[in-house]
């Protein structure tokens, strides 16, 4: 997502931690972020070119094959060298175990604790946007050069960041709060009796990136790179019948960062 993406992603998770996870979360936390979880969410889209942190540039997303609509970690997750794990879904599994180790062993927080955290948060964002789970051929549809409404653009951009944007502007009066205030409405009554199976994974994992991978890819496949080849016009009926995915996908990027968070910092607490 864009900026605006992971702002909201994280501020629908904030509401839905549990104290022992706030409380934790603060003391990570520099003092400049107030305990503010979401101002640094996209922290790891700021730093991605600095040579310090080139190693995580590749963390952002993982390529399936051309039209295979398919994710398989022993496959896909690997960067452009083909060094096994470097990919989104294997950055969640090494920083919710990195986070989740400080925990059990009480140890004294570093610098690397703290990022580990905002390159959770973010990475957690990042795989609920259906082309960060993308075809390879063409880099998640960066390489799909599309017209959004008069402007040229490419079908990446138009599902990271011109969906919300739109929307933002048009629906909830430019203001990210007001949008993760809508989108958590409908979490606790439209999509309630769905919402307690998101955070959950098989054999109480604490995160489960290879299932939101799969959902990814289904939803690349079904709803972005559909009716979107190189060279179309997107306009109104794509941006009226894709934007309740995109709303769905923040919401399902918002539980399930709190649910991992939650089962991180508060180990005894039983799984929703
Ligand atoms: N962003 C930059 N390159 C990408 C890729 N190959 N897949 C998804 N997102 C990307
Ligand atoms: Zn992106
Ligand atoms: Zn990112």
Redesign the pocket.
């Known amino acids: 997502?864009g900026a605006a993406g992971?702002l909201i992603t994280c501020l629908i998770a904030e509401p839905l931690l549990y104290e022992p996870a706030e409380n934790a979360i603060a003391k990570l936390l520099p003092e400049s972020a107030n305990g503010n979880l979401a101002s640094l969410c996209n922290w790891?889209?700021e730093v991605?070119w600095m040579s310090k942190y080139k190693w995580t540039r590749e963390l952002?997303w993982v390529n399936t094959p051309d039209q295979d609509c398919k994710y398989d970690y022993n496959r896909d997750c690997h960067d452009s060298l083909g060094r096994k794990d470097v990919c989104v879904a294997g950055a969640i599994n090494k920083f919710t175990q990195q986070l989740s180790d400080y925990t059990k062993n009480h140890t004294t927080k570093n610098q690397n604790t703290t990022e580990a955290l905002l390159f959770l948060a973010?990475?957690v964002?990042?795989i609920h946007q259906p082309l960060h789970a993308g075809f390879r051929s063409d880099g998640g549809g960066n390489n799909v050069s599309v017209h959004w409404y008069r402007r040229k653009t490419n079908l990446h951009n138009v599902w990271d960041t011109e969906f919300v944007e739109k929307a933002l502007k048009e629906k909830f009066n430019s203001d990210p709060t007001v949008m993760a205030d809508s989108i958590l409405n409908n979490i606790t009554d439209q999509w309630a009796s769905e919402v307690d199976s998101w955070g959950l994974c098989r054999n109480n994992k604490l995160a489960c990136p290879d299932t939101y991978a799969t959902e990814g890819i289904n939803l690349a496949c079904r709803w972005a790179y559909k009716g979107a080849t190189p060279g179309t016009t997107l306009g109104d009926s794509y941006y009226i019948s894709r934007f309740p995915i995109v709303e769905r996908s923040l919401a399902k990027g918002g539980v399930r960062l709190a649910a991992i968070l939650n089962g991180i910092f508060d180990p005894d607490a039983p799984q929703r």
Request: no cysteine; hydrophobic share 20%.
């Open positions: 997502w992971h790891p889209d991605r952002h973010h990475f964002g990042d």
